[in-house]
């Protein structure tokens, strides 16, 4: 089960080397992004991918969203956490909005959920979990799997220097033992000890 975990990659930022690399670098989203394409919902797969990685969504979070959720005018998302997170309205990537809105103009339903299936029925875990592990096999990563983003999303907030508090509020995580798992797994958390003040 634990190699199901790994994943090819030419760095592994990681402190800790007996522990298997279980999130995505930036480059490595980018790449699982164009191993989206291809397919007949490559719009839909490339906002959800986009909506997981950026506002570090689990799953069942992700597919419970609402056409409603998402302000796109305001570029505002609106959702619930689950385990009992910490919820607050996100600012949506410009990107990801513009993502959003190809897939929303590609769709002829009135179905309420943001994502829907071929059917036009809500979006299941299996479904989200099936689609990010054949992105992950086209883009040559290996088997990746949806929390793998939601981890990419705390490593690369940590790698822009954001505030801990911040982090665990963005998150969700009610334990601070969470959020520290990206500080302290994180190679850059030492980039910074011996910078000079000018």
Known sequence: MANRRNV??????????????DFLTEPEFARLLKGAGGNRHNLRDVALFRMIFDHGLRVSEATGLRRSSADLDAHRLHFKRLKNGFSVPHPMQGETVRAVKRYLASREDAAPWLFVSERGTKMTRQAVNYLIATAGTRAKLGHVHPHMLR?????????????????????????????AHYTRTSPRRFDRVWERKN
């Open 8 to 21: 090819k990659s030419e760095t592994v930022d990681v402190l800790d080397p007996e522990r298997p690399k």
């Open 151 to 179: 981890h990419a999303c705390g490593y690369a907030l940590e790698d822009r220097g954001t505030d801990f508090r911040v982090m665990q509020d963005f998150l969700g995580h009610k334990d601070p033992r969470h959020t």
